[in-house]
């Protein structure tokens, strides 16, 4: 689809939007009735930016999440990684639409629908647990558990992963990270596998981890970028560059007044779904940060070109003279003797890092880490290792590197 024909397909599908929003819920009738619904029809994305931004906390408070329809719409939840999980209401022709261009993006790299996944994610515990697994075998998948990855867990998923035969792994990229580090260490291959692409989602990947995976597992990664409420927003096509997911969303780019910044300048990433008949999240906040790329995709795709930049908006260190620091800064500093990390930050002059370390790990590494960071994020902060044997996933199965709880 040329660019011309997605911004018309685009403005097409955002007005019938409005006109279901209107009809469907009370919600959007009286914000579309406060700003001039009828000024809408002209079939323009101009408008977009007259209606106010969606967050989790305007869903709970004015509780539109619930519905009136009881054919054809599903309960689903949001993993709470970020502390606010959120129950919310989709209807199955949008989420027929989600996953349709997972599949489409997928399709970029020769995965079919029903070709079979090794997939690391949690896994629910009681009757959830059982539906879990009931789905994993409709689905044709198998999956190793981001609760449970002792040694002896991931061997028998190994053992799996031989007779199933998996085309592509699928999950958290920290978690396939733990395990190609454990077949590199038990000195196990997958060479009888055809596996063919690693797609990690739900986390942030540094690009040295990113590296790692593909060179322990020999094959290419492609990162996912959505969320549970509206689905996938961005993939990576097989030149490495994410893709936006048009024919389904509409992503803007604003600067901290709400307004729209011009391509290559970094924003908040706000979306709106354009196929949902119940409640459709339109300009929903997301809390990430990113920016369009300036130049097109040697793959030949005119879909908007998506860098994401950053993570949460809590996903910044806060220094005493009130500077921001992204967190990646602990990625890039902390590698010598440490397998996994997690920094939390309570106050502006204080920071926690527990770490779990292997031999190469010693007071001298450790004073030099407290060093590069004190000169990397500010010498006036604090900050104190601790070592500990394991580091807890979130309830979803997520690893967050970094947790901010400064007020």
């Keep these: 689809m040329r660019q011309s024909e997605l911004i018309l397909y685009q403005q097409n599908k955002f007005n019938k939007l409005l006109i279901t929003a209107y009809n469907n819920n009370n919600y959007y009738k009286t914000i579309l009735t406060q700003i001039g619904f009828n000024e809408l029809f002209d079939n323009s994305l101009s408008h977009i930016d007259k209606i106010p931004f969606l967050t989790k906390q305007i869903v709970r408070e004015q509780g539109i999440c619930k519905h009136n329809l009881w054919f054809g719409v599903d309960q689903r939840t949001t993993s709470g990684s970020t502390g606010m999980p959120l129950t919310f209401f989709k209807d199955r022709l949008a989420t027929a639409y989600m996953e349709a261009v997972q599949n489409h993006a997928y399709s970029w790299h020769a995965i079919d629908v029903g070709d079979p996944q090794g997939r690391f994610w949690g896994l629910p515990t009681g009757k959830k647990q059982l539906i879990a697994k009931f789905k994993d075998l409709l689905k044709n998948r198998v999956r190793l558990s981001a609760f449970d990855t002792t040694d002896d867990s991931m061997f028998d998923f190994y053992k799996q992963l031989l007779k199933f035969s998996p085309r592509y792994f699928y999950g958290y990229p920290s978690l396939i990270l733990e395990f190609a580090r454990f077949l590199r260490r038990e000195k196990l291959s997958l060479e009888s596998v055809p596996l063919r692409l690693i797609i990690g989602t739900g986390e942030l990947l540094y690009q040295r981890e990113k590296d790692e995976l593909q060179n322990l597992l020999s094959v290419k990664y492609a990162g996912e970028y959505g969320c549970s409420e509206i689905g996938v927003i961005g993939f990576d096509c097989p030149q490495g560059k994410m893709h936006v997911m048009s024919s389904n969303v509409i992503v803007e780019i604003v600067d901290a007044s709400g307004n729209p910044v011009p391509a290559g300048v970094e924003g908040d990433i706000v979306v709106t779904e354009l196929h949902a ?101 500010s010498n006036d902060i604090n900050i104190d290792f601790i070592k500990v044997a394991d580091i807890e996933r979130e309830p979803s199965g997520k690893l967050r590197y970094f947790k901010q709880t400064v007020n």
């Design 277 to 377: 008949r119940h409640f459709p999240f339109i300009r929903y906040c997301l809390g990430d940060r990113g920016k369009f790329d300036i130049e097109s995709c040697s793959c030949g795709r005119s879909l908007p070109i998506l860098n994401i930049s950053g993570g949460r908006k809590d996903d910044y260190i806060l220094t005493p003279d009130g500077r921001k620091v992204y967190d990646a800064i602990l990625a890039y500093t902390l590698k010598k003797g440490i397998v996994k990390f997690q920094a939390t930050q309570d106050g502006y002059n204080h920071l926690t890092v527990s770490v779990v370390v292997d031999s190469l790990y010693n007071d001298e590494v450790e004073l030099q880490y407290i060093a590069e960071l004190k000169n990397k994020i």
